[in-house]
């Protein structure tokens, strides 16, 4: 850094693209300046030329000069922060200068063996003396009489690994002389590369450890939306088993209620019949009755009529039988589909338990030897594989001029020069990018592509609204596109900001899967089943509205996405979709 009595500023010296102070700079026809590397390199792993800074495009590469005046206004800031640099006092946590009187300037260098640490003015000694310049300089350290050995005053410069710890060359002919010692240089670098392996082990481990956490999490979701819908199906299977047996409540009732009037209009009609016999009965008895009284014989041979059994009426009991019969047999038919409907859902709550205990089971048989789960989502891929997979096929309306797609609209490559095709609204002008024909605007599909002997590749989905002409717009879930990809060696989720993605191997085959209505858009792993990224909570239907009227003309349903594709370089193997096993 300058120091404060400098009047320019660093920030004005930097490279927006390395970051450093200016080499070479140049300027660019927008007026941003860079340096030459930086800029060439920075074209040269794009399709076009294009400013960093305000993303102004050149249709052509410029022919960039070094910006002479601009130079050594650079050399002068960096030989006047050097100034600065050597010059400057020691501030807290810097080692001071050992020999300066008063103000103490920052050490630059520190000697092991004078055990004193120099600025740049006393350092000019050990680079003028030959003496001096035998001696061994190292950058400055704090506490120089720590490195001295206690015992012989001597700098230590080896170390034992018997005992582990630092000694001298008397040292090692006293008390260490059969012990294994190295430099110290030399365990230092042991120790560094065991520190990197332990820090790339560590870094491994948390990646897998974040990468866990992200499948637990997707799992639990999912886990929430199969329960809810799960729910939601036993409510409504719930309730139409309830409407029905109210449905059938009121048309046995019904029955029961019409069967009740023609038993009692019967028992009525009985009722009067015997009310008939009765009287007639009654009739009977007292002409009888008064015949049994006369001592005439004459009239009570002459008046008696003849005697005969009385009638008998048709029993009624067996009415209110037929009506007991039918009650004590809904009565069993009611409890019969109590107990039928209890112990269905007794054998429900039995499989889903057993479902738990399987689950639990076949956790513990693919957990690794360190007792982690191995693979948490091979049942769900191949769940999404059997239930979701769909045909895609390529739209040749939509491919960049530089694509080639195959008869059958499965492989595209790039052809690396433009062909003379016809002006569509649908076409990529911008990126070389192609469409799939099909277009989902609900539900879920899942489709396959492999990537295998791509030097370079992106896929996904994209609104039906993404801009396609003559505009540079960023690859962003917000100008609707979600997309993963492979760039310069490295694979990338392309959000916002841009998510690096540690794959432990290269990718064969990906796949996508696109949640439409939970708004979520998940890229896998074929070849190990593992999930790689997930984009959640996303917004399909376009929703800025100069995307949404920019190509309004030439679409007609704004809510449709596409499967999206970008093949690699000429020389790389075509992008693939595949049938999905």
């Given at each position: ?183 110290l240089a030399k365990e230092f670098g042991e120790r560094k590369t065991q520190l990197r392996k332990i820090k790339r082990q560590i870094k491994r481990n948390l990646e897998a450890k974040c990468f866990k956490i992200q499948k637990i999490k997707h799992s639990v979701t999912q886990g929430r939306k199969d329960t809810d819908r799960v729910i939601a199906d036993s409510i409504e299977a719930f309730s139409a088993l309830v409407a029905s047996i109210k449905t059938n409540t009121t048309k046995l009732v019904i029955l029961l209620q019409e069967k009740q009037r023609a038993a009692e209009q019967q028992a009525k009609g009985f009722i009067q019949q015997l009310q008939l016999e009765i009287a007639e009965l009654q009739r009977r008895s007292t002409a009888l009755e008064e015949l049994s009284n006369t ?287």
């Open positions: 850094m300058a120091s404060s009595n400098t009047f320019l500023s660093e920030d004005q010296f930097l490279c927006s693209i390395c970051l450093e102070v200016f080499t070479e700079p140049v300027s660019t026809p927008c007026g941003h300046n860079y340096c030459r590397t930086c800029i060439t390199g920075y074209w040269a792993r794009r399709e076009f030329s294009q400013c960093p800074l305000c993303k102004e495009t050149f249709h052509t590469t410029p022919d960039l000069r070094v910006n002479t005046g601009f130079r050594e206004v650079v050399e002068h800031f960096k030989k006047v922060r050097v100034m600065g640099d050597d010059d400057s006092p020691a501030e807290p946590g810097e080692v001071p200068c050992d020999v300066c009187p008063g103000t103490k300037l920052k050490a630059l260098k520190s000697c092991l063996v004078c055990l004193v640490s120099y600025c740049q003015t006393h350092l000019e000694p050990h680079q003028r003396v030959p003496a001096l310049k035998r001696h061994k300089l190292i950058n400055p350290v704090e506490n120089l009489a720590e490195r001295v050995c206690k015992k012989h005053d001597r700098v230590m410069e080896f170390f034992c690994r018997r005992d582990q710890m630092c000694v001298c060359a008397m040292c090692l002919k006293d008390d260490h002389m059969m012990h294994e010692t190295v430099s001592e005439d014989h004459l009239q009570l041979l002459q008046s008696l009529p003849p005697l005969s059994s009385p009638t008998h009426t048709e029993d009624c009991s067996e009415i209110m039988d037929h009506n007991l019969l039918h009650a004590e047999t809904v009565r069993r038919a009611v409890a019969k589909l109590e107990e039928t409907l209890s112990k269905e859902m007794e054998e429900i709550i039995r499989e889903l338990n057993q479902v738990d205990k399987k689950n639990e089971t076949a956790e513990e048989q693919t957990k690794t030897p360190s007792g982690e789960p191995e693979n948490l989502f091979e049942d769900e891929l191949r769940k999404i594989q059997r239930q979701h997979a769909v045909d895609v096929t390529l739209d040749p309306d939509t491919a960049h001029s530089c694509l080639v797609l195959s008869q059958d609209g499965k492989q595209v490559r790039d052809g690396g020069a433009k062909r003379n095709l016809p002006d569509n609204p649908k076409r990529f002008d911008v990126f070389h990018f192609v469409l799939g024909k099909e277009g989902f605007s609900s539900g879920r599909f899942y489709y396959e592509v492999k990537v295998e002997g791509q030097a370079g590749w992106e896929v996904g989905v994209a609104r039906e609204h993404v801009v396609r002409k003559g505009v540079n717009v960023s690859l962003s879930p917000e100008s609707g596109c979600w997309t993963v990809g492979l760039y310069w060696g490295r694979y990338q989720a392309n959000a916002n900001p841009p998510v690096a993605l540690h794959l432990t191997q290269r990718l064969q085959k990906v796949g996508v899967f696109v949640d439409y209505d939970g708004g979520e858009v998940s890229f896998y792993d074929v070849e190990t089943r593992a999930l790689i990224y997930s984009f959640t909570g996303c917004t399909f239907a376009a929703s800025q509205p100069f995307l949404r009227n920019l190509l309004l003309f030439y679409s007609h349903h704004g809510r449709k996405i596409f499967p999206l594709f970008r093949p690699g370089t000429e020389s790389s193997a075509p992008l693939q979709i595949t049938p999905v096993s």
